[in-house]
């Protein structure tokens, strides 16, 4: 593995030739966290890159890889839907399955929006030692009255989600209303949106939230 122009280690391909990103940190590593992209931004998004490089620099190994659909985008440039999910949930098992073969110690799982939706459907089936969750998106936009959070109440995987109090796709008055397992620990961040991007009036930055949002993260997975 060869270091990468913004630092990170790249390790070339994941599980059938899926594009993969290695962040190490500096120290040893408190464990591994393998973190998915949202529906529609790829691995390397500004958003991606500041949590990656936020948590390595707080001692998490962080595994980045994309879903073949942004994979084939990269390649061509053209915009296209997700996969379907049950190819996006074979897509997670595989990398999964390949990133503990070279890692020891504890390995999570999780991601941003729908990334994270994905990994908390396996977390369970994984193993995971833990789930991360930013920005879940608890329904679709626009489509509040068809939540997904049926597998949320059974969840066994000690799990961390990071929400953003205004998200559209799950605020913090919606998701009161839900049962979720008590496995779950939801962390709030004020006036956030569905990227955690605070209103400017709360006094709060982007970078801000997303600070607070891998510090939360790193110190979760610290204790697992």
């Given at each position: 593995m060869s270091k990468g122009p913004s630092g990170f280690i790249d390790a070339g391909q994941c599980e059938q030739g899926l594009p993969c990103l290695w962040d190490e940190p500096p120290q040893a590593a408190l464990g591994t966290l393998i973190l998915a992209h949202g529906a529609g931004a790829p691995m390397?998004?500004?958003f991606m890159q500041h949590m990656a490089q936020g948590l390595a620099s707080r001692g998490v190994r962080v595994v980045r890889f994309e879903f073949a659909y942004m994979a084939q985008r990269?390649?061509?440039?053209?915009k296209r839907p997700p996969n379907p999910q049950a190819q996006l949930l074979q897509q997670w098992r595989e990398v999964h399955a390949q990133v503990r073969q070279r890692v020891a110690g504890p390995l999570a799982i999780g991601g941003k929006s729908m990334g994270g939706r994905m990994a908390s459907l396996l977390a369970d089936e994984l193993g995971a030692s833990a789930l991360i969750c930013l920005g879940y998106p608890f329904y679709a936009a626009?489509?509040?009255e068809k939540p997904r959070v049926a597998h949320l109440a059974d969840l066994r995987t000690p799990t961390l989600i990071v929400q953003g109090e205004r998200d559209a796709l799950g605020n913090?008055?919606?998701?009161?209303g839900y049962d979720l397992s008590p496995a779950i620990e939801l962390h709030w961040l004020q006036a956030a949106d569905h990227d955690l991007k605070p209103l400017k009036a709360s006094g709060f930055s982007h970078e801000q939230h997303l600070e607070t949002a891998a510090g939360l993260i790193a110190a979760?997975?610290?204790a697992k």
């Open positions: 390397d998004s500004p990269r390649a061509d440039g053209r626009g489509k509040p913090r008055e919606a998701v009161a979760f997975l610290g």
